[in-house]
């Protein structure tokens, strides 16, 4: 009898008597799971917004502008690092990639709850833990290239959709765990003391008080828990499928080229995080995307031909289309993932007061609500709502459902900007903060739908071998997002016009509408509603 996670030789689910008798249960349990392990690399990737945060309440010795720097690096490192993920899958294998990936993330799970034990750690330590986390969004294109492999095209909206929404709970998933354990000693004397709150805190249940113990470092510590079981659960139940990756090499020169591929673009994203210091975000960050390209192209031996290969993605004009819509629905969903919390805590935690002689001072919200109660709520329905979207393309196809949510959150993005403005110019902002939360999940929800139906199309576009690289690429591009959209709407913010941010965003969102229009659904559109 054939072990459960054996090479298979021999995969044709575009055949349906092979599908239904053998592939289905392949592909779910490879499925079912890819899924927590993505899971995990969400959860890993955006930590550092909460404990950011939760630093700051505890004192360590750290400015703003520096903790808001440790959730750049992981933004800036998890979207570069998608570029080498998305071609790991043809290179070393799916069961080989899924059990790495999913095992290095216990790197920066580990050492953060170390690092957090002492208030006195050296930046440069938090900095380099920041880049490590980073491995939990490349871990997305490299999930995405390996399920779309698993699956026929009429299911490739139900197993993507499965795989990323449910996947992208690693965000919410995060935003209320981490929270949460931080109040309990949940590991005893293994994991050191607690520390006091200076400042005031909150978790999904409501406020806590300063003068409270807290044990940040268990927001590390406790994805080890998961981490561990899951790494075996990869390497004893996935598959590599030889017809995706015929050379995939004994394991351990798989993982050999599967760790250089991740140095490639630790050193580009450290390159990146550089060139942001000194040059404008627009350049630095294309610069960081062509080097790191530039870099896979010259890495010798037998990964170089393969490399080569799999570049013939960028002259067809769809892989640039279809990244296009794409930065249109996860850089959204991801954007204001990072976003959201700094915007709630900007722009209601303070308000304006108007003196006896009319002058107008901006003071602080002695009501303002909590950004760590709220936030998690817009992630949340973006992810819920993702296989959703998924579903429907598969039964209206993807792109009429792309164009209906991109004329939503073209609406909602300018409605949210004016709401934005009203607020924060207003002496009672909390009676504008029910619609701009409402705005918000919109923005999600038609973000999420979104995701699925782009995947869709590409799963429909490109054939067997490009639609692997195309997802990967298409994700590393919008996962730019996670570091855009907070750079941005923080600029704004700090200007005095937030609503400057979100009319931006609408204008993009228009530019989407022609270009899903022009391609995928004109009279002679290149190819009809994928």
């Not at 979207?389 to 459902?401: E, F, Q, R």
């Amino acid at each position: 009898m054939a072990r459960t996670n054996a090479d298979i030789e021999h995969w044709d689910v575009e055949n349906e008597e092979f599908w239904e008798k053998e592939g289905k249960r392949i592909a779910s349990r490879n499925l079912w799971i890819s899924i927590p392990s993505l899971l995990m690399g969400f959860a890993i990737w955006l930590m550092w917004g909460m404990i950011t945060t939760q630093m700051k309440n505890l004192g360590f010795p750290f400015t703003v502008d520096q903790l808001f720097t440790l959730t750049a690096i992981a933004g800036l490192s998890g979207a570069t690092l998608r570029i080498p993920a998305s071609f790991m899958i043809k290179i070393a294998g799916g069961r080989n990639t899924v059990f790495l990936t999913t095992a290095l993330l216990m790197l920066p799970a580990l050492g953060t709850g170390i690092a957090l034990m002492n208030p006195d750690t050296p930046f440069i330590v938090f900095q380099a833990l920041a880049l490590l986390s980073g491995i939990g969004g490349g871990n997305f294109a490299c999930s995405m290239s390996n399920i779309s492999s698993f699956y026929p095209k009429s299911k490739q909206g139900y197993g993507l959709g499965m795989n990323a929404g449910l996947g992208n709970f690693g965000v919410t998933t995060m935003q209320v765990v981490i929270p949460l354990v931080m109040t309990v000693g949940i590991f005893g004397a293994l994991a050191g003391g607690p520390m006091e709150l200076e400042s005031s805190s909150g978790t999904l249940i409501g406020r806590i008080e300063a003068g409270t113990d807290t044990w940040i470092q268990n927001a590390g510590f406790i994805w080890l828990v998961f981490l561990i079981p899951l790494a075996f659960a990869g390497w004893f139940g996935m598959n590599n499928l030889r017809t995706i990756t015929p050379n995939p090499g004994n394991p351990a020169s798989a993982f050999g080229k599967i760790i250089g591929l991740y140095a490639v673009g630790l050193v580009t994203s450290l390159i990146g995080v550089y060139a942001l210091g000194i040059l404008n975000m627009w350049v630095a960050l294309p610069l960081t995307i062509v080097l790191t390209l530039v870099l896979l192209r010259l890495i010798p031996g037998d990964i170089k031909p393969n490399i080569q290969k799999q570049f013939a993605i960028f002259s067809n004009k769809h892989t640039w289309a279809m990244t296009v819509l794409y930065i249109l629905t996860f850089g959204s969903f991801i954007g204001f993932s990072a976003a959201l919390p700094l915007s709630i805590t900007v722009i209601f935690g303070n308000m304006m007061e108007v003196a006896a002689d009319g002058t107008v001072t901006r003071v602080t919200n002695p009501d303002a609500p909590s950004a760590l109660t709220w936030a998690w709520i817009g992630p949340f329905v973006g992810a819920l709502i993702r296989p959703v979207g998924g579903w429907i393309s598969d039964k209206m196809g993807g792109s009429i459902v792309t164009q209906i949510i991109s004329v939503i959150m073209v609406v909602a993005s300018v409605a949210t900007g004016y709401v934005m403005m009203l607020a924060y110019n207003s002496t009672d902002p909390n009676s504008y903060f029910a619609l701009f939360l409402i705005l918000f999940i919109v923005l999600f929800a038609a973000s999420g739908i979104g995701n699925g139906s782009t995947f869709r199309s590409i799963g429909v576009i490109f054939d067997q071998q490009q639609k692997g690289p195309v997802l990967g690429w298409t994700s590393a591009v919008a996962a730019y997002g996670a570091f855009i959209a907070p750079r941005v709407m923080g600029q704004e913010i700090q200007a005095g016009t937030p609503e400057v941010a979100m009319y931006g965003f609408a204008v993009f969102y228009a530019v989407c509408l022609v270009v899903n229009w022009w391609f995928y659904l004109r009279k002679n559109a290149y190819i009809k509603n994928p």
